[in-house]
């Protein structure tokens, strides 16, 4: 499915999605910290700048105290990620101590900047909630004045054959709701 926006956008938007077809290939320092760089330019609330990245790349000692986290379906397919990343964000301005109201929305804006600058690198960036968040806080030592946010598994495409039938039918670029469900002006509207 070739993505068409209905405005004209920058076509890297169109370019990102989240396949679960890696190939197993690492992620080297250089391709994984560019990702990281792109993520420290997004914009927060007083520029607090909240976002914190915990990673594990694939094959290294702290790989499967990552992958351990993941529910069953998603071990299924990103296990041949080449880096698992958890993101999570302080939710208290480190300038003041008072609470940053925006911590998860400017975390957010961080992820959506990694995501965009792996699509332009052709590496995959894959969000999911589905993995154990105490056990992420405990396990990564996350401190009470930080919330768990999301996890992501980094790779390479790989082949759609190499994961079950029921997601290789859903592999492929999504649409998405059109302008008039999402938009509104004035007040909220059903």
């Not at 197993?24 to 990702?35: H, P, R, W, Y």
């Not at 968040?133 to 990564?140: D, G, W």
């Not at 859903?170 to 059109?178: F, I, L, N, T, Y």
Request: charged share 25%.
């Amino acid at each position: 499915m070739e993505r068409k926006s209905n405005y004209p956008i920058n076509q890297l938007f169109l370019k990102r999605w989240s396949p679960r077809a890696m190939s197993g290939e690492a992620v080297n320092d250089e391709e994984l910290m560019t990702l990281f760089e792109a993520a420290r330019w997004a914009p927060s609330s007083y520029n607090g700048q909240p976002w914190r990245f915990i990673y594990a790349k694939r094959d290294s000692a702290n790989w499967g105290k990552f992958f351990d986290l993941m529910v069953e379906f998603n071990q299924g397919w990103a296990k041949t990620a080449g880096a698992l990343v958890v993101v999570f964000s302080a939710k208290n301005f480190s300038f003041n101590g008072e609470p940053a109201v925006t911590h998860s929305f400017d975390s957010g804006s961080a992820w959506m900047s990694l995501a965009l600058q792996g699509a332009d690198m052709g590496l995959l960036a894959h969000g999911m909630q589905g993995f154990d968040y105490e056990k992420a806080r405990e396990v990564l030592g996350v401190p009470e004045d930080h919330t768990v946010e999301a996890m992501v598994a980094i790779g390479k495409l790989g082949n759609k054959e190499n994961l079950v039938p029921d997601l290789q039918e859903k592999e492929a670029p999504s649409d998405r709701k059109p302008l008039e469900e999402i938009v509104m002006e004035g007040k909220f509207q059903e």
